[in-house]
């Protein structure tokens, strides 16, 4: 059976995945949706303030802030250059040590590491990948805020042991195996929200 016609199969059982691992089913009414789209606009509209991480600045940034970015923005923050100690602030964030993140995002341990130190910016291919991994997060919180009851869930977290299960949708691979490229990173939101729809192309 393909990789594909897995997927097909195994799609709706995902597709919940999300929202039931901390209690609720994505059944939002229209209410719900509404006061969503408030928080989302509220969120919006505080996001180039919130999402500053060039230079010296490791403060984390709202991760639905940072997923709902205008690529643009996205763009020129990875070039003005990312703290390598942001490094420690997600691997922080997620409960994972960091060197389990220069694992999923196949960064050289010992120049990271020298980096952090002498408090340098990451080249832009690894600035783009940790960023890249932040807004997988981003979209799993917006994700389950659209389920209509976040109370409670830790996106980073989630995303943390998610990516380190093997994935029907993968032939049976971890997402994380997919994480050290933007090509990869591209693939698994893909996926994720794929796993919302519970539809697949």
């Known amino acids: 059976m393909s990789n594909i016609a897995v997927a097909k ?8 995945s999300i929202v039931s691992s901390h209690g609720c089913i994505s059944e939002a009414r229209s209410e719900a949706r509404s006061e969503k789209s408030t928080q989302i606009s509220r969120q919006r509209g505080n996001k180039k303030k919130a999402v500053k991480v060039g230079g010296v600045n490791t403060k984390l940034i709202p991760f639905a802030n940072f997923y709902q970015t205008d690529p643009i923005e996205k763009i020129k923050m990875v070039r003005d250059g990312i703290s ?3 490094v420690s602030t997600i691997s922080d ?3 994972i ?5 220069f694992k999923v995002l196949n960064f050289p341990k010992s120049t990271i590491d020298k ?14 990948r940790l960023m890249g991994l932040v807004k997988l997060v981003g979209q799993v919180e917006v994700m389950v805020c659209e389920s209509g009851n976040p109370e409670g869930f830790n996106a980073a977290k989630w ?4 990516i380190d299960k093997p994935s029907p949708a993968l032939g049976g691979e971890k997402p994380s195996a997919y ?4 090509s990869g990173q591209e693939m698994i939101s893909d996926l994720l929200s794929k796993m919302q729809s519970g539809a697949y192309a």
């Not at 980096?115 to 783009?128: F, T």
């Open 159 to 162: 995303v943390a042991a998610w």
């Open 115 to 128: 980096k952090i130190v002498a408090n340098q910016s990451l080249p832009i291919e690894q600035g783009e």
């Open 97 to 101: 040590t960091k060197d389990a993140l």
């Open 9 to 16: 199969k195994s799609a709706p059982k995902m597709a919940r």
């Open 84 to 86: 390598s100690r942001y």
């Open 179 to 182: 994480l050290d490229t933007v």
């Open 93 to 95: 964030s997620m409960g």
